[in-house]
């Protein structure tokens, strides 16, 4: 168990909807970090906050949207979804030496 | 374009046998990772590697960062089922990034 915790764990949903995924980091880490595992892409960094600021963006459709909350909950906002957009998602936190914990993760399906 | 390239992506062989995991790029690295992940469950962090020629051992699994920072080996000897897995190297492109980029993956299978 790597102490954060991400919800749901599965999600099937058509497309063109919106979907909310939930992620609780560990107890003391501020940091959290969001990548997208699909099956011919590997792990790619969606986003990233810090004690509720983004501190660092990678490849993140203008369709989604992240923040983080002031209990340090952070939310992935998924919109007009589409079938590409199944895959994997996951939440990590960092603690002080760097090391990521990651989530189980959340599966989207798109139908 | 793959910053981190890994190679195999797929591998399978027998138990007790010994295999080479490869994580190549252009770019330099200021440290890299190493992650394991099994099915259902997010990666898992093995190790660290900062200085270029470092070698890290974990029990069976040596790990080696390139002179020049650039690329890393997993070297995992007389391997066993329970090393099955999704091995994922990420790197950090300078000091305390906060970007980690990661390799696409090597599947490994050990049959018994």
């Known amino acids: 168990d790597s102490g954060v915790t991400q919800t749901p764990k599965h999600l099937i949903t058509a497309t063109g909807q919106r979907v909310t995924l939930r992620c609780s980091p560990r107890?003391?880490?501020?940091?959290v970090y969001w990548y997208q595992q699909s099956l011919d892409q590997g792990l790619q960094f969606l986003i990233q906050?810090?004690?509720?600021?983004?501190?660092a963006k990678g490849n993140i459709l203008e369709r989604f949207s992240a923040q983080q909350f002031p209990d340090l909950h952070s939310e992935l906002n998924l919109s007009s979804l589409e079938l590409g957009d199944s895959a994997l998602y996951f939440c990590a936190s960092r603690d002080g030496t760097g090391e990521l914990f990651f989530g189980e993760g959340s599966r989207l399906t798109v139908l | 374009t793959q910053l981190l390239e890994q190679s195999p992506q797929f591998l399978s062989i027998q138990e007790g046998e010994n295999l080479t995991v490869y994580c190549n790029s252009s770019s330099v690295f200021s440290s890299l990772q190493w992650y394991r992940q099994e099915p259902g469950e997010g990666p898992v962090l093995l190790v660290t590697v900062v200085t270029g020629g470092e070698v890290k051992k974990l029990k069976r699994l040596t790990f080696q960062f390139g002179d020049a920072r650039k690329d890393s080996s997993l070297h995992i000897t007389a391997a066993q089922p329970g090393d099955t897995g999704l091995y994922l190297c990420?790197?950090?492109?300078?000091?305390?990034?906060?970007?980690?980029?990661f390799g696409q993956g090597t599947r490994l299978t050990i049959n018994p």
């Open positions: 107890s003391g880490d501020l940091s």
């Open positions: 906050y810090y004690n509720g600021e983004e501190r």
């Open positions: 990420a790197g950090a492109r300078v000091q305390g990034a906060q970007k980690l980029v």
